[in-house]
């Protein structure tokens, strides 16, 4: 059985849409940058580690699969997290304003055959944001719970001037992906 460690109901969403059956199991992880790591080992680790507290969690149940995912915005070296508060979440939308920044989205499969990956880096563009543009969107509370303070498939859409990669993978799971990774893993019981 597949089960998902992760609390998004995006994620759980888009996992619906591959029409793979599977159950969500609750992990509790870390998420803090180490000093050396590169955005991309971060997001990695951090994905990796979701999915074996998720087996952790399951242990003893037979024929276990956890997925686990993580997704971040980066803008030069910089990890954009969730923001705290308004001020934060303004101070990410100045910063992306204008500019173009990479959405760095991992997905780890494992169970007791191993463990295998997949990596999915797409580049966003932000239109120009005015300060009252950047208060209107924080004032609808979508920037909150999200990466880097927007939410591509909400209102946050009407910032983003130009999307190169995966749209899912920006939401938060790279459904191309993660179904590869499904299918190359074999049939699950």
Not at 58 to 82: M, N, P, Q
Request: glycine fraction near 10%; include cysteine; charge should be negative.
């Amino acid at each position: 059985m597949l089960h998902l460690a992760s609390q998004s109901p995006r994620r759980r969403e888009l996992l619906n849409q591959l029409g793979v059956d599977f159950r969500v199991v609750d992990v509790d992880v870390p998420e803090h940058r180490g000093a050396q790591e590169s955005p991309r080992e971060y997001v990695s680790r951090v994905a990796r580690d979701k999915a074996r507290a998720g087996l952790v969690a399951l242990a003893g149940v037979a024929d276990a699969r956890v997925l686990g995912a993580d997704t971040e915005v980066v803008l030069d070296d910089e990890v954009f997290g969730k923001p705290r508060d308004a001020s934060d979440a303004a101070a990410m939308l100045r910063r992306l304003s204008g500019r173009t920044h990479a959405v760095v989205s991992v997905v780890w499969l494992i169970d007791a055959q191993g463990e295998r990956n997949a990596c999915c880096v797409s580049r966003v563009r932000f239109a120009e944001l005015d300060e009252a543009a950047i208060a209107a969107y924080v004032a609808t509370g979508e920037s909150f719970g999200k990466a880097g303070a927007y939410a591509i498939q909400g209102r946050g859409a009407a910032l983003v001037e130009h999307l190169e990669g995966s749209y899912s993978g920006v939401m938060g799971l790279p459904l191309f992906e993660t179904a590869k990774l499904l299918r190359e893993a074999g049939p699950g019981d």
